[in-house]
């Protein structure tokens, strides 16, 4: 990937979860931001530029908030790596901004400590001072900077306080790397030191890498060394030799530094006013959001109004997409002569275009949703109070609102489930997000749910799709635990999870970040979704019938898409299907409610829709060869089930694609949910047979 | 490194932490947590020696929340009984 | 525009929609360090 500009500096910025880092990183580069990805990985490489206080060119890289560099899993190693300079096409970074909560001294030094070891200059941007004087701290400035032998920046990046300082700092002519570290066990400093030696690395980072290997668990250490025996050997004898010493090899290093960051917080930070027992803000509205039982009903409260707001506010938007996407549709209809170009861009393009564009309401509105209750504070309480249900399925609290958020649409819920840390949880969650019945499936419902009682009361029409709800989500559990348990193995996670102070969220950040998830979604998706949708087209439109003027129904019997219907009708028929219903279920992958238009388009009526009483009639009436109806009770309670559990949506697939890497999870997904479906459409089937009922 | 305020209470066997209720607090004298999970957790600030304050349990009974190092932080009952506290 | 042209053109498209899909099933195969492709975990606060 070549520069565009030769750049004077590269600066790495980095810091705890929750400092701020990300709304530094904005006000410096603003839209000069690119995405990117490190190889190997399915971490973001977030890079953008930024001119120095002499209009120099720097270039700023964005690292994975992280609480210490020391790494336990392969995505966790990009921050250790980039700034060990081992990452191929990604240049070890000439100064650090450390970002830090000037609240929380007490651990967020233990990163800087971390840093110092590395040997590149560091700049530390003391973030949310604004709040640390509210609560009374006092920072000696002066004595922090000598403490750490870097400049320091107090900073209050939400109003943008602090940043031309910040910028005049990174414009130095030079950087000077700071001598002062935390303190090691002459045992300790001894093995380090010979440590480094053996490691091929830059000159500056040996011993800092030296240190984090002598300190990593045994259950990784193998895989990080990637069958160096010879290296592998020599960190055992050291860490033999520590253990005789006395020392454990891994709580070594940890007790040094935060021994040190104790030190450096005694000389710099003054208490005033508010002692260490005194309750902040925090703490009081924690009081209420965590209780249990006012915290339940805040919780209920607040997932209920993101639901409402998914659901409910996307619709108006949502209507608009349609009419505009009819509006086109009448005009191309009106402008060209009847055929199969017309039909290609009719059905095929500003359908299936419309099919993506539809979700962006729901995606931007989830978004933005998530971006205010993650910024508040607000979701490490929901992950905290929705573990224990989580957890019992091998997940953890986070997965909770992506799976929550797919009942308004599995792709904005998919996408969520990028905070999700842990690589297989997240797979897990991805695969079992759709079966959380989304909103499509709705007019699929409301159409069986007319046929199968149609003089039923309101009341238990709505039972009945509550029902199918429930089994959608019973489903989702239960396969989330079993995939846990075979494919996606891997212990519970941990849940360490950190509860960080309440605090007011930056709407900016938020607005920019939403954008950029909707601008990927139709970028990516949206090229492979049309593709997509023109093939069905095809599918459902060639050969074409020899004979001339033919209706509608007869070009999609004659189609690939009508014989597929066809051929499938013996596995279909023990579920109670006929082959027009077969071609439902193919054409129902475009789009679930495409369903209730291709029934339509099967008994040759104009534009159906689900509230259409010729098609309800037309179906109820139908008879199959032996004189029974299709569409008995049972076989509409069968393609409901069926539908709770298919995966049938392109445009999901195109998701999970892209956010799982490659082709094999959507396929697999594809594969066992199609299979659930069956089984379960099955079981309703013949049981119901079995049992008496027709 | 021996007992430090004059007026702390008489040698309390080490417990886990799991077993602590709210508002009561404990010094960390070891950390005997599996695999990865220990490392993380002493990063974290649970380090020997420190002193951990319960705040709460979840609504629904687990996991608890910790105010370590003026942080709080969230560990499930199964990982906060393998780190033993001796109770002030 | 005449049912021929319209039906020559709209074969031409499912072709060039069939091609891509396939170009790009490839290229994500082979996707190293540096491309723009693949999925992406948000970076910290």
């Known amino acids: 990937m070549s520069e565009p500009a030769p750049v004077f500096r590269r600066i790495a910025i980095a810091g705890n979860p929750n400092t701020g880092k990300s709304t530094i990183f904005n006000a410096l580069t603003g839209l000069r931001q690119k995405v990117g990805n490190y190889p190997g990985v399915t971490v973001e490489k977030k890079t953008g530029r930024f001119f120095g206080s002499h209009g120099e060119a720097m270039e700023l890289l964005d690292l994975p908030g992280s609480y210490s560099l020391q790494v336990r899993s392969p995505d966790e190693a990009v921050s250790r790596d980039v700034l060990l300079g081992s990452v191929p096409g990604t240049p070890r970074p000439d100064a650090i901004i450390a970002v830090l909560d000037a609240s929380n001294l007490d651990r967020h030094l233990y990163l800087v400590a971390q840093f110092l070891e590395l040997g590149i200059p560091v700049i530390v941007a003391l973030n949310m001072v604004d709040v640390a004087e509210k609560r009374g701290l006092v920072i000696d400035l002066l004595a922090l900077k000598n403490s750490l032998g870097v400049p320091v920046i107090p900073m209050v990046a939400s109003r943008g306080q602090g940043l031309i300082e910040l910028k005049q700092a990174l414009s130095r002519a030079t950087l000077q790397t700071s001598d002062q570290r935390a303190q090691l066990p002459i045992v300790l400093e001894r093995e380090v030191a010979a440590l480094s030696r053996s490691l091929k690395g830059h000159a500056g980072s040996v011993r800092a890498e030296a240190m984090l290997l002598l300190s990593l668990e045994d259950d990784r250490l193998a895989a990080e060394l990637k069958g160096d025996t010879a290296l592998l050997a020599e960190i055992h004898a050291a860490r033999e030799r520590l253990k005789l010493s006395g020392l454990d090899p891994i709580a070594a290093p940890v007790d040094a530094r935060y021994a040190w960051v104790s030190e450096v917080c005694a000389s710099c930070i003054h208490r005033q006013g508010e002692d260490s027992h005194g309750l902040t803000f925090s703490d009081h509205v924690d009081q209420i959001l965590t209780h249990k039982l006012w915290g339940w009903l805040a919780f209920i409260g607040m997932m209920a109004l993101m639901f409402v707001c998914i659901f409910v506010v996307a619709k108006w938007p949502m209507d608009w997409i349609t009419a505009g996407k009819d509006w086109l549709a009448d005009l191309v209809r009106a402008h060209m002569g009847a055929g199969d170009l017309r039909s290609l861009i009719v059905d095929g393009v500003i359908g299936g275009v419309g099919n993506v564009v539809i979700f962006l309401p729901q995606i931007l509105i989830l978004f933005f949703f998530l971006g205010l209750l993650e910024d508040s504070g607000y979701m490490a309480r929901a992950a905290f109070i929705m573990d224990r249900m989580m957890s019992r399925v091998g997940l953890h609290g986070k997965s909770f609102v992506p799976l929550l958020s797919s009942f308004a649409c599995a792709i904005p819920g998919i996408m969520a489930t990028r905070t999700i840390e842990n690589r297989n949880d997240r797979f897990v969650t991805i695969l079992v997000a759709p079966l959380m019945s989304c909103s499509a499936r709705l007019p699929v419902y409301a159409v069986m749910i007319a046929l199968l009682m149609p003089a039923s009361n309101v009341w238990s029409k709505a039972g009945v799709m509550l029902c199918m709800y429930l089994i959608g989500i019973v489903a989702a559990f239960v396969m989330a635990g079993l995939f846990k348990k075979t494919i996606l193995r891997g212990e519970t996670p941990m849940l360490l999870l950190e509860l960080p102070p309440y605090r007011a969220p930056v709407v900016r950040g938020i607005v920019q970040r939403m954008w950029e998830r909707a601008v990927i979604f139709i970028r990516r998706a949206g090229t492979v979704i049309l593709a997509l949708s023109i093939v069905l087209w095809a599918l459902l439109h060639y050969p074409k019938p020899t004979t001339p003027e033919p209706t509608p129904s007869e070009i999609l019997s004659h189609s690939i898409g009508g014989r597929m219907g066809h051929a499938i009708e013996p596995a279909i028929a023990p579920l109670g299907y006929d082959w027009k219903i077969g071609i439902g279920l193919v054409a129902s992958f475009a789009a679930r409610e495409v369903f209730v238009s291709t029934m339509g388009q099967i008994y040759d009526i104009e534009d159906a829709k689900a509230e259409n009483e010729d098609l309800r009639t037309q179906m109820r009436d139908e008879r199959r060869a032996d004189g029974t109806p299709v569409f008995t009770p049972l076989t509409c309670l069968s393609i409901m089930v069926f539908y709770v559990l298919a995966m049938q949506c392109l445009s999901t697939v195109a998701i999970v694609r892209r956010e799982t890497n490659s082709w094999r999870w959507p396929l697999f997904q594809i594969g066992y949910m199609t299979a659930l479906a069956w089984i379960a459409a099955f079981v309703v089937y013949q049981g119901g047979h079995l049992l008496g009922f027709r | ?88 | 525009m005449n049912a021929t042209t319209q039906q020559i053109l709209a074969a031409v498209a499912v072709i060039a929609a069939l091609l891509y899909l396939i170009l790009r099933a490839r290229k994500k195969k082979d996707c190293g360090g540096g491309c723009d492709c693949g999925p992406k975990k948000p970076q910290g606060k």
């Open chain 2, 1 to 88: 490194m021996g007992d430090d305020a004059p007026n702390a209470v008489p040698q309390n066997e080490p417990e886990p932490l799991s077993g602590l209720q709210p508002g009561q607090r404990g010094k960390v004298t070891a950390i005997d947590v599996p695999g990865s999970m220990r490392g993380r957790v002493m990063e974290m600030g649970f380090t020997i020696g420190t002193m951990i304050e319960v705040v709460r349990f979840a609504p629904m009974g687990d996991p608890m929340e910790f105010k370590v190092r003026g942080a709080h932080i969230s560990l499930r009952k199964t990982e906060a009984a393998g780190i033993r506290v001796q109770r002030i």
